[in-house]
């Protein structure tokens, strides 16, 4: 049996590092699989000494196994939402639009339109769920954690985007057979690890009502917040709060800020735009964990509703903010609707084509760049897990297929440099060994000729004024 061919198992999932640590194999072993930190700065399932049959119980839950359904087996949660159109790029879809919420206060404590909020709350207003499972301040991942949040006060205290790792497996064995019901909010492989516990296990699938997803680039471990408080001025074991998106009325919704406050003064709150900070950039993919690079679903389509942020030029010049979404889950499209009628939020439907263009890196970055990692992987003999893109290299440029590997190689090394830095006591020795490596990908990733073309219509420019002024 060729490599393409053998069956990725949750043991190969986490030989490989591939483990994003969302505790969907704890919880269905009841906590028998532990999810421990790790040398990356996340939590990952620990299989030493687990019995075979936990195992084959975990390898069922698992995001990333042969073994359990995918995406399109999976499918819209609801028989109602497998009966919609279905994209090969977003997936089912009855309502394609983008918006945001009308209270400028909320807005602006949100993270894109504040339209993932708005639903939840929506959802807790109207009595359709007991409590909703999100990520919010503190716990056992850190500076942010899974917490169920039972009001609308609370929910509206976890707004706003945690670009952390944090794992389900305590929380939902905590609440798992309470008889309550639940929103549960998270990124698309974490939205599939829910969708296959419930498949297991009758009980959760009654607590599971919703399932919100979120778009998702890729997945940072709390390397990404330390790296970048460290550079505004807060060292890791100083840090004690991250704000990662601050909206800043002076730049366009893309040119957020954070912001970052010191155990020894919480009250000074330090801000730095995101994006000129050294891996404040998402295109390179510092502190990505391996699963990621073998991740195709951008619009969580295993959820019943997804938000992003609506990275469209009419939308994000506003520094205020806008959502994509898509909505699978007929409830959800008449909460949005009514929610529309009485002014509380405002909503543009727009077409599938501009939903996939307000994500563009991303699906250059999980389904072009997929292919080109299938491809290598394969070809060093190493296990990978069945994915919804074909290995191969030919759909690329070779520049393309360049800039690709050394994005990966930016992921990977990224990590020994930050625990470097740790050893060192020193946010430079992180910087200086990644600097190189992110100008050689920006030189990749810029367009061949490009200098060269410039120089030749300024040229040719210099030439015409030279000739008007004879
Ligand atoms: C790791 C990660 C990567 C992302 N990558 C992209 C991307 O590439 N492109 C894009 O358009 N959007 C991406 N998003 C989504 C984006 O950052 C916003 O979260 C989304 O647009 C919703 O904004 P909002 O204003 O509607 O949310 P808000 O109204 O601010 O509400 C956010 C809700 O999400 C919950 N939440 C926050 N972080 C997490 C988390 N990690 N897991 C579970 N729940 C959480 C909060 O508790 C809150 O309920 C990403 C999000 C995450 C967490
Ligand atoms: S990805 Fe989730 S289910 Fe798979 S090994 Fe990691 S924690 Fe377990
Ligand atoms: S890119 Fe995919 S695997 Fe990585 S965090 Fe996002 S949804 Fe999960």
């Known amino acids: 049996m060729s490599v393409a061919e053998s069956t990725h198992t949750i043991e190969d999932v986490v030989a490989r590092g591939m483990c994003v640590g969302c505790g969907a194999c704890s919880v269905a072993t009841s906590g028998r699989v532990v999810v421990r930190f790790t040398s990356i700065g996340m939590r990952q399932a620990d299989l030493e000494g687990v019995s075979p049959a936990d195992i084959a119980r975990g390898d069922q839950v698992c995001p990333f196994s042969d073994n359990a359904p995918d995406e399109d087996q999976l499918d819209a949660p609801t028989d109602w939402g497998r009966r919609l159109s279905h994209d090969h790029r977003i997936g089912r879809y009855s309502l394609v639009a983008a918006g945001r919420r009308v209270d400028e206060s909320a807005l602006l404590e949100s993270s894109s339109g504040g339209l993932t909020s708005w639903i939840v709350g929506r959802l807790l207003k109207e009595g359709l769920v007991d409590g909703i499972l999100h990520v919010g301040d503190g716990g056992p991942d850190g500076l942010f954690s899974y917490n169920v949040s039972h009001s609308l006060a609370e929910a509206d205290g976890r707004r706003k985007s945690k670009y952390y790792a944090v794992t389900l497996a305590e929380l939902v064995q905590e609440i798992q057979g309470n008889g309550k019901r639940y929103a549960i909010v998270g990124i698309p492989c974490f939205i599939k690890a829910a969708r296959l516990l419930a498949l297991q296990n009758p009980a959760l699938a009654e607590q599971f009502a919703y399932y919100v997803g979120l778009v998702c680039g890729h997945l940072k471990t709390r390397f990404f917040a330390e790296s ?76 019943d509703v997804v938000f992003g942020d609506a990275w469209l030029p009419q939308y994000s010049k506003d520094w205020r903010g806008n959502n994509v979404l898509v909505s699978r889950n007929e409830q959800i499209d008449e909460l949005l609707r009514a929610g529309q009628r009485e002014g509380e939020i405002q909503l543009d439907e727009i077409d599938v084509a501009a939903a996939v263009a307000s994500q563009a890196g991303n699906y250059r970055h999980r389904r072009d760049g997929l292919a080109v990692r299938l491809h290598d992987d394969i070809r060093a003999g190493l296990s990978v897990p069945r994915k919804r893109v074909s290995p191969g290299l030919a759909h690329v440029t070779r520049r393309r297929v360049k800039l690709i590997r050394q994005r990966r190689r930016i992921s990977a090394l990224s990590f020994g440099a930050f625990r470097a830095a740790l050893a060192s006591g020193r946010i430079e020795t992180y910087l200086e060994r990644l600097r190189p490596e992110l100008s050689k990908h920006d030189r990749l990733s810029k367009k061949p000729f490009a200098g060269m073309r410039r120089r030749l219509q300024n040229l040719v420019r210099r030439l015409r004024r030279g000739q008007g002024a004879r």
């Open 228 to 303: 970048l408080a460290w550079q505004i001025g807060v060292p890791p074991e100083q840090l004690a709060s991250v704000d990662f998106r601050v909206k800043n009325p002076e730049r366009p919704a893309s040119r957020y800020d954070m912001a970052v406050s010191s155990a020894d003064d919480p009250t000074t709150v330090l801000q730095h735009e995101v994006a000129k900070l050294l891996g404040g950039s998402w295109g390179h993919a510092v502190f990505q964990p391996e699963g990621c690079n073998f991740c195709d679903d951008i619009f969580a389509e295993t959820a």
